[in-house]
């Protein structure tokens, strides 16, 4: 009875109302969100009193799911595209055991920064020395990287701008000679930002505007 019990509070905590399955003997959870990301890993924990984990087959109608090498009830799912996809457990006979039906989103745009800004006020000195651009994703909890591929800086001065375009998403040698001129008063702005993350999708970031001070 000990055991049961046990069981069941595991199954309430993982949600068994969104779960299609004749007795309700199997949760299927997505460890982080109630939702898949496209490109990266999404974590599954399957929950089962009546077999054991090691002997379950789970498939999804929109990508691959793989067992997890750290325990057999935990899976990890790559999505195929953007929509809905199926998550279903069978046993070994090929009986359907449960099913759940879950979300795929984009992963959400990044944030592209220098000096860990997008936009304010930035010191001359501290522009002078920094070595690229990066993006971050803000509030994300999987670990889920972007690539900045390319970007156009500009220097708006009193008397004159400059402009570079720049591959990849370090300053190139000709746009630190830009960068080196930056004094208190201007306006350096960085637009055109590519950048590409796990799900291989190119995205332009919101543009970089920061205003030099002393």
Not at 18 to 33: L, P
Not at 52 to 56: A, I, T
Not at 115 to 126: E, V, Y
């Given at each position: 009875m000990r055991t049961l019990s046990i069981i069941a509070v595991v199954l309430c905590l993982l949600n068994l109302?969104?779960?299609?399955?004749?007795?309700?003997?199997?949760?299927?959870?997505?460890?982080?969100?109630?939702?898949?990301?496209l490109g990266i890993p999404n974590p599954i924990t399957i929950a089962c009193y009546k077999y054991?984990?090691?002997?379950?087959i789970v498939?999804?109608?929109?990508?691959?799911?793989?067992?997890?090498?750290?325990?057999p009830c935990q899976f990890e799912m790559m999505a195929a595209h953007v929509g809905e996809t199926t998550i279903e457990v069978k046993q070994k006979n090929g009986k359907v055991i449960g099913v759940r039906k879950f979300r795929v989103h984009k992963i959400p745009g990044p944030v592209a920064e220098?000096?860990?800004?997008?936009?304010?006020?930035?010191?001359?000195?501290?522009l002078r020395v920094q070595i690229g651009v990066i993006a971050t994703l803000k509030g994300f909890d999987f670990d889920a990287r972007f690539w900045v591929m390319s970007y156009t800086i500009i220097l708006l001065k009193k008397e004159a701008s400059f402009v570079k375009d720049n591959a990849g998403a370090k300053f190139t040698d000709e746009s630190k000679v830009i960068l080196s001129k930056a004094q208190a008063g201007d306006r350096f702005v960085i637009v055109n930002i590519r950048a590409k993350g796990p799900d291989g999708v190119l995205r332009f970031?919101?543009?970089?505007?920061?205003?030099?001070?002393e």
């Open positions: 109302s969104s779960i299609s399955t004749s007795a309700q003997e199997i949760a299927i959870a997505a460890d982080k969100e109630n939702l898949f990301y054991p984990c090691k002997d379950l498939t999804s109608d929109n990508g691959t799911v793989d067992r997890s090498h750290d325990h220098v000096g860990g800004k997008n936009f304010g006020d930035i010191n001359a000195p501290a970031l919101t543009p970089i505007e920061l205003n030099v001070t």
